[in-house]
T-cell receptor
């Protein structure tokens, strides 16, 4: 079973920020939060990951709560091409228990 | 840099037939993964290689599935014999090391009739 809970679907207006929540209340101290997305008929694409601190890259920002039990992926200016399924995953980074469990993800639809 | 290459992209076979999928990871990536993705669900890990060694194959149905990565580069996943329930997308991914970001190929869509 996936260790995260995400809404099944979300809509966002083009040009607005898309905020995708993820609950991971059983996260362990050595587990990172990863986000991937999957555009229709393509393989998943890595977006960002973090441990405790907020992270930002050219694609998105990741906000992790202080207790690390939830996080939010932010796409600052969503475009139609951001329509995809977004997966939030918690996983250790090294070791034999490394196991990326994707779950069903959130289907984000960006509308014109 | 070239991405992860998979072939074929689509495969249709009759049940009980064998099928093989091929994956060429990104050059220099030591870790290779095979995932299975059913319609409407996220990918599920089948097997993970560190170089040529399978370090996690606990989810691979070993009665009919096999995989190899003989020289620590490209890899083959085989199903013999295929069953109707094997219809899915088979994804290959690679990463520079375990725990680093994974790069996925486009997948092979298998249909078993």
């Amino acid at each position: 079973d996936a260790k995260t809970t995400q809404p099944t679907s979300m809509d966002c207006a083009e040009g607005r920020a898309a905020n995708l929540p993820c609950n991971h209340s059983t996260i362990s101290g050595n587990e990172y939060v990863y986000w991937y997305r999957q555009i229709h008929s393509q393989g998943p694409q890595y977006i960002i990951h973090g441990l405790k601190n907020n992270e930002t890259n050219e694609m998105a920002s990741l906000i992790i709560t202080e207790d690390r039990k939830s996080s939010t992926l932010i796409l600052p200016h969503a475009t139609l091409r951001d329509t995809a399924v977004y997966y939030c995953i918690v996983n250790i980074k090294t070791g034999n228990n490394n196991d990326m469990r994707f779950g069903a993800g959130t289907r984000l639809t960006v509308k014109p | 840099e070239a991405g992860v290459v998979q072939s074929p992209r689509y495969k249709i076979i009759e049940k009980k037939q064998p099928v093989a999928f091929w994956c060429n990871p990104i050059s220099g990536h030591n870790t290779l993964y095979w995932y299975l993705q059913n319609l409407g669900q996220g990918p599920e890990l089948l097997i993970r290689y560190e170089n040529e060694e399978a370090v996690d194959d606990s989810q691979l149905p070993k009665d009919r599935f096999s995989a190899e990565r003989l020289k620590g580069v490209d890899s083959t996943l085989k199903i013999q014999p295929a069953e109707l329930g094997d219809s899915a997308v088979y994804l290959c991914a690679s990463s520079r090391q375990q725990g680093w970001e994974q790069f996925f190929g486009p997948g092979t869509r298998l249909t078993v009739l």
